[in-house]
C-alpha cells in the first residue's frame, strides 16, 4: 500500500490555499504472475510429459497431449501461470519429480510482463491454484 501525501503549494502568492492537505490513496498493486515454461528434451518419453502435466498442472489428458506436442515440436511452450511462490513450486516439483525417474525434463518459470499494467481483466488470468 502507498501513502501518498498530497501537499499543495505553500507560496502566499498564489492564489491557492496555502494548507497542505494530506490524502490517502490506497493503491493496490497485483502480484506479479510468472509463466511455468517446460522444455523440450530428446530423451524424456512423451507419457511420461503427459502425466506429468496432468499430476502438477491439473490437465485433463487431452490438454497435457496437446501441450506436449507443442513443447515437441516448437522446443519450449507455457504451461501455467501462476503468483511466484507457486510457480517456484511447480518447477521444483517437475525438476524433482522427473529427475527421480531419471529423465532430463526441464521446466523454468519467467516474470510475466503486462503490456498495461494494472489493466484489470480477471476473466483472462489463469487458474493460480494448486489442482
Ligand atoms: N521430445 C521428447 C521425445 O521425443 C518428448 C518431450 C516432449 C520431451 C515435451 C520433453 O517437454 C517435453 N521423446
Given at each position: 500500500?502507498?501513502l501518498?501525501?498530497?501537499i499543495?503549494?505553500?507560496?502566499?502568492d498564489d492564489e491557492s490555499d496555502?494548507?497542505?492537505?494530506?490524502?490517502?490513496?490506497?493503491?493496490t498493486?497485483?502480484?506479479p504472475?510468472?509463466?511455468?515454461?517446460?522444455?523440450?528434451?530428446?530423451y524424456?518419453?512423451?507419457e511420461?510429459?503427459?502425466?506429468?502435466?496432468?499430476r502438477?498442472?491439473?490437465m485433463t489428458?487431452?490438454?497435457?497431449f496437446?501441450?506436449?506436442l507443442?513443447?515437441h515440436?516448437k522446443?519450449?511452450?507455457?504451461v501455467?501461470?501462476f503468483s511466484h511462490?507457486i510457480?517456484?513450486?511447480?518447477?521444483?516439483?517437475?525438476?524433482d519429480?522427473?529427475?527421480?525417474?531419471q529423465?532430463?525434463?526441464q521446466?523454468?518459470?519467467?516474470k510475466?510482463d503486462?503490456a498495461a499494467?494494472?489493466?484489470?481483466?480477471?476473466?483472462?488470468?489463469?487458474?493460480?491454484?494448486?489442482?
Amino acid at each position: 500500500m502507498l501513502l501518498q501525501p498530497l501537499i499543495m503549494s505553500d507560496n502566499p502568492d498564489d492564489e491557492s490555499d496555502s494548507s497542505v492537505i494530506t490524502r490517502t490513496r490506497t493503491k493496490t498493486k497485483r502480484p506479479p504472475l510468472y509463466k511455468v515454461l517446460l522444455l523440450n528434451d530428446d530423451y524424456t518419453p512423451m507419457e511420461f510429459v503427459v502425466h506429468v502435466l496432468e499430476r502438477f498442472f491439473g490437465m485433463t489428458h487431452a490438454q497435457a497431449f496437446e501441450i506436449m506436442l507443442t513443447v515437441h515440436k516448437k522446443g519450449i511452450a507455457v504451461v501455467g501461470v501462476f503468483s511466484h511462490e507457486i510457480a517456484e513450486t511447480k518447477v521444483m516439483q517437475v525438476i524433482d519429480f522427473a529427475r527421480r525417474h531419471q529423465h532430463p525434463l526441464q521446466c523454468t518459470m519467467e516474470k510475466e510482463d503486462w503490456a498495461a499494467p494494472n489493466v484489470a481483466a480477471p476473466d483472462l488470468w489463469l487458474p493460480r491454484t494448486d489442482p
